[in-house]
């Protein structure tokens, strides 16, 4: 299992961005797969998980309404769509599988190399 996170930059307040997830080793129909991120010296937060059983989707408080993840079965690529986006978004992402929820708790298995979005003027 292998997943490498793209996609990530310099962007202004309020900006887009759109992250992109390559898997390796498996399809992506066959975990369900998502995106944490940790900021610096802040702990790791479950950012969106997509369901591989129905499609369903969870996204963390901070970025409901703002951000979107999809899946592309035909280039097994994740992607995680992140507009207005914040100073406070700014954080490492990494995406990972096997992604769940449990009485608000996010938890993963495996995860690839990150990538760095700033938000910043």
């Known amino acids: 299992v292998q997943l490498q996170a793209s996609g990530g930059g310099l962007v202004q307040p309020g900006g887009s961005l759109r992250l992109s997830c390559a898997a390796s080793g498996f399809t992506v129909d066959y975990y369900n797969l998502g995106w944490f991120r940790q900021a610096a010296g802040k702990r790791r937060e479950g950012v969106s998980c997509i369901s591989t059983t129905d499609g369903s989707t969870w996204y963390g408080d901070p970025v409901k309404g703002r951000f979107t993840i999809s899946r592309d079965s035909a280039n097994d690529t994740v992607y995680l769509q992140m507009n207005m986006l914040r100073p406070e978004d700014t954080a490492v992402y990494y995406c990972?599988?096997?992604?769940?929820?449990?009485?608000?708790?996010?938890?993963?298995?495996?995860w690839g190399q990150g990538t760095q979005v700033t938000v910043s003027s």
């Open positions: 990972a599988t096997k992604c769940r929820v449990t009485s608000g708790h996010y938890d993963y298995d495996d």
